[in-house]
């Protein structure tokens, strides 16, 4: 089976602009999971999709968005970027939604960098 | 919130010795996992501990799970170059019912050979 993967790898925008990254999971997957890495604050959970809903989200601000698809595909969205928001973005996909519980599959990551 | 909190930040070790990392949280945890992640790589799934006081095993990994379900380590005996990464656990946020992880910083494992 193909493993989890995000598109694109690499992203440089600058301030203002906003962004979308593309996680596909693997096939049978319909749990997707957004966390964001950075050095100074880890690893950080942004969102959980499962069939097509939000199930959980984050602590972060409102210009973080996320859907998923039909398809199990999931997207997410920062809208006016800031310099902070430099990080390695993470998707991750399991079987079953709950990722407390569930073995979580991560793809390659995003690597976003904001000018 | 919930938090998770991992030590120590940073190990270096000669290659053949023992490493080992420790997970404390304040409250009762259901599990724990385990991540590691390789330099330039992503978070990739070791194990789940479920019971108080659990044991696991994979070669020369050695996963525990405190009695009171509160604290979790990883020993890894002999260590190899190949086991060099960032080994992280992760909680589950008892607020968002099982579907948000939370992180510990992680501790980076370095191997001199």
């Known amino acids: 089976k193909a493993g989890v993967t995000q598109t694109p790898r690499y992203l440089i925008k600058t301030r203002g602009q906003q962004v979308t990254l593309s996680c596909s999971p693997i096939?049978?997957?319909?749990?997707v999971s957004w966390y964001q890495q950075t050095p100074g604050q880890g690893l950080q959970f942004l969102f959980e999709y499962f069939s097509e809903t939000q199930r959980n989200k984050g602590n972060f601000p409102g210009r973080f968005s996320g859907r998923q698809f039909s398809n199990s595909r999931s997207e997410m969205n920062v809208s006016t970027l800031e310099l902070g928001d430099s990080a390695l973005y993470l998707c991750a996909s399991s079987p079953l939604p709950g990722s407390t519980y569930n073995e979580q599959f991560f793809g390659p990551g995003t690597r976003l960098t904001v000018l | 919130g919930q938090q998770v909190m991992q030590i120590p930040q940073y190990q270096h070790v000669q290659e053949g010795e023992d490493f080992t990392t420790y997970c404390n949280s304040s409250?009762?945890?259901?599990?724990i996992q385990w991540y590691k992640q390789r330099p330039g790589g992503h978070p990739v799934f070791l194990i789940q501990?479920?019971?108080?006081?659990e044991v696991k095993k994979q070669k020369r990994l050695t996963f525990q799970f405190g009695e009171a379900k509160k604290n979790s380590s990883l020993h890894i005996t002999a260590t190899q170059t190949t086991d060099v990464g960032t080994y992280f656990c992760a909680i589950g946020d008892r607020y968002n019912q099982g579907g948000k992880l939370i992180f510990g910083q992680g501790t980076e494992l370095s191997v001199k050979p």
């Open positions: 501990l479920v019971k108080s006081g």
């Open positions: 409250t009762t945890l259901s599990n």
């Open positions: 096939s049978g997957h319909r749990s």
